[in-house]
């Protein structure tokens, strides 16, 4: 075994799920970075009595270093990562591109979240094998038979993720048409290069792995229709998940983002997702629970407000702020075609100190009654949190 580059650290223990979205995003990372780790999937049992004290959630993934600190969240753990292992860097040195890479990395993590969701319940022969399969591997010691477990679980996402979160025969075909148009234009960033910049994977290809490996190519319906409308996509997964950075070696080739294949990325992120991070905040900051979102020519009604996507929104201004003015002119350039970003002043999530990394001891031990409400409803979106005045926009 190799010698570890960082002794406190390593090995590291990721827990994970195999049919986790975001699982498959952050070890997709830690594969191409060639960072030792230790893989170990969840259960329920793991998730209550091992993650949820440690971290006050029963999500996954998350890593515990070899001195027991313990990281969570795909976006500050890459942020971290690249810190602490900076060779083969995934986040481009570049600061136009850092920041472009930035926000299709939020994009592909909080907007391509719906259709993924959307593709694997709603097709019945995606959803039957996801029930049987989550009652076997995740909640085998529930109280209840595998098969009961499974369909409580998958009747659960779809009430959640799906009707839930704005699914309605007004928005239907324009939720699922949003992996077709993924599809296409992944396909056209993909004519002539390897990854979605260039010679090397970038956080683009990592933070789009995210629907596109678990979800899109593994469940039964979505993977065949990736293999018969994009096979250079159904390529670029498995390259991926295979690719490391020691045999690619030299220095990358990366373009911009002003090549065809990102317009459609950069229309859907400045006219549909942009404008509900701001939506989204806003409704936050006046305590509302829900909200209606207009995009793609429908209305997305009653979307759950959530905290996290402020913080989301307030990284992504700071990191556009920070930028130099010449830098920032050629953000606005390769946006205006689309349109510009607003930006909400004062703009206070509360949520920073939360995700540095490493994180703080976790004190608050759960109940039995509270761990038993999370295993049956799920972890909220959002831990309770006191919605701030209203900010000033």
Same mark, same amino acid.
């Given at each position: ?71 969570? !969240?795909? #976006? *500050?753990?890459?942020?971290?990562? &690249?810190? /602490? ?7 481009? @040195? ?124 593994? !469940?039964? #319906? *979505?993977?065949?229709?990736?293999? &018969?409308? /994009? ?7 498995? @390259? ?154």
């Amino acid at each position: 075994m190799a010698e570890s580059r960082h002794p406190d650290w390593e090995p590291i223990t990721a827990y994970v799920a195999d049919m986790s979205y975001f699982s498959g995003k952050m070890e997709a990372y830690l594969r191409y970075k060639e960072i030792p780790y230790e893989r170990r999937v969840v259960n329920m049992k793991v998730l209550r009595e091992e993650i949820l004290p440690a971290t006050g959630l029963m999500k996954v993934p998350v890593l515990r270093l070899a001195n027991g600190q313990w990281l969570k !969240d795909t #976006t *500050p753990m890459i942020d971290w990562f &690249e810190g /602490a292992y900076p060779e083969s860097p995934v986040i481009p @040195r570049d600061p136009v591109l850092r920041f472009m890479s930035k926000l299709v990395e939020d994009y592909a993590d909080e907007w391509c979240w719906r259709a993924a969701l959307y593709w694997r319940w709603q097709p019945v022969e995606s959803r039957r094998l996801l029930m049987r399969r989550i009652g076997h591997e995740v909640l085998a010691d529930f109280p209840a038979p595998n098969w009961l477990a499974g369909w409580y679980y998958g009747r659960r996402q779809m009430a959640t993720y799906l009707r839930g979160d704005g699914l309605s025969a007004e928005t239907e075909s324009h939720v699922r048409r949003q992996y077709l148009d993924l599809l296409d234009a992944m396909s056209r960033l993909l004519e002539g290069q390897p990854y979605l910049l260039g010679s090397h994977p970038t956080l683009v290809d990592v933070a789009l792995f995210g629907p596109m490996f678990r979800h899109y190519a593994q !469940d039964p #319906t *979505p993977s065949r229709v990736m293999e &018969e409308r /994009a096979p250079a996509v159904y390529a670029w997964v498995g @390259r991926l998940w295979n690719a490391r950075a020691h045999r690619l070696g030299k220095e990358p080739i990366l373009g911009d983002f002003a090549q065809p294949g990102w317009e459609y990325f950069l229309r859907d992120i400045v006219q549909s997702y942009w404008p509900f991070l701001l939506q989204n905040a806003r409704a936050w900051a006046e305590g509302r629970a829900r909200l209606n979102h207009q995009a793609h020519g429908v209305t997305y009604r009653k979307l759950k407000v959530v905290h996290y996507r402020v913080f989301c929104l307030e990284v992504l201004q700071n990191e556009y702020r920070g930028l130099s003015d010449a830098n920032r002119k050629a953000v606005d350039e390769l946006l205006r075609p689309h349109g510009s970003i607003e930006l909400i002043d004062g703009l206070d999530s509360g949520l920073v100190q939360e995700h540095q990394l490493p994180l703080r001891p976790h004190r608050t031990q759960p109940s039995r009654l509270q761990r038993l409400k999370l295993a049956l409803v799920g972890t909220p979106w959002d831990m309770p949190v006191k919605p701030r005045k209203r900010e000033k926009a």
